[in-house]
T-cell receptor, first 110, second 113 residues
Framework: GEDVEQSLFLSVREGDSSVINCTYTDSSSTYLYWYKQEPGAGLQLLTYIFSNMDMKQDQRLTVLLNKKDKHLSLRIADTQTGDSAIYFCAESGNTDKLIFGTGTRLQVFP | SQTIHQWPATLVQPVGSPLSLECTVEGTSNPNLYWYRQAAGRGLQLLFYSVGIGQISSEVPQNLSASRPQDRQFILSSKKLLLSDSGFYLC????????????FGPGTRLLVL
């Protein structure tokens, strides 16, 4: 079945770049998403990429997609303490549903 | 613009009591609606989704049920809560069928004692 995997934790120093990785299994995914969840809050859509794109940049965020390896990454430049959160990768296929990864907890320390 | 509301924000209920969580969406028509549960320190589990009034698909067998009495209203219910029902419940909507982007509500934290 469809599966999305992420590492559970990432710790970075303030000002450094963060790279959060995700692998997925469904080769028919149309869109791939990154969501951010701050403590006690719902999920906030950060960005998404269409499956025929390799890269998408939006201010400090860069999404890279390697469709051959089914690998998605989110790079956050100049990471700030406000970036500390759980980041979820998700894929859509030909259904009405998104398949979410387990989430990566990003901790930014000064 | 579209907004999604959930209430209550927090709920503490005894084991065996009933449950009703409500989700409403404003600013759109005929959305797809979703209920997720997030257990502490875990990822998201899709519980139910709906593509229209009265149309509910259940993803996992459980102690919960869902209803969609109106186009933009989605309700999560239980007749008798279990300890294992504790968690963070998230409602989401998407504009059309076919894997479109989902937008999430603020969530309801449920603690069953």
């Amino acid at each position: 079945g469809e599966d999305v995997e992420q590492s559970l934790f990432l710790s970075v120093r303030e000002g450094d770049s963060s790279v959060i990785n995700c692998t997925y299994t469904d080769s028919s995914s149309t869109y791939l998403y990154w969501y951010k969840q701050e403590p006690g809050a719902g999920l906030q859509l950060l960005t998404y990429i269409f499956s025929n794109m390799d890269m998408k940049q939006d201010q400090r965020l860069t999404v890279l997609l390697n469709k051959k390896d089914k690998h998605l990454s989110l790079r956050i430049a100049d990471t700030q303490t406000g970036d500390s959160a759980i980041y979820f990768c998700a894929e859509s296929g030909n259904t009405d549903k998104l398949i979410f990864g387990t989430g990566t907890r990003l901790q930014v320390f000064p | 613009s579209q907004t999604i509301h959930q209430w209550p924000a927090t709920l503490v209920q005894p084991v065996g009591s009933p449950l009703s969580l409500e989700c409403t969406v404003e600013g759109t028509s005929n959305p797809n609606l979703y209920w997720y549960r997030q257990a502490a320190g875990r990822g998201l589990q899709l519980l139910f989704y709906s593509v229209g009034i009265g149309q509910i698909s259940s993803e996992v067998p459980q102690n919960l049920s869902a209803s969609r009495p109106q186009d933009r209203q989605f309700i999560l219910s239980s007749k008798k809560l279990l300890l294992s029902d504790s968690g963070f419940y998230l409602c989401a909507w998407s504009p059309v069928a076919g894997g479109e982007t989902q937008y999430f509500g603020p969530g309801t934290r449920l603690l069953v004692l």
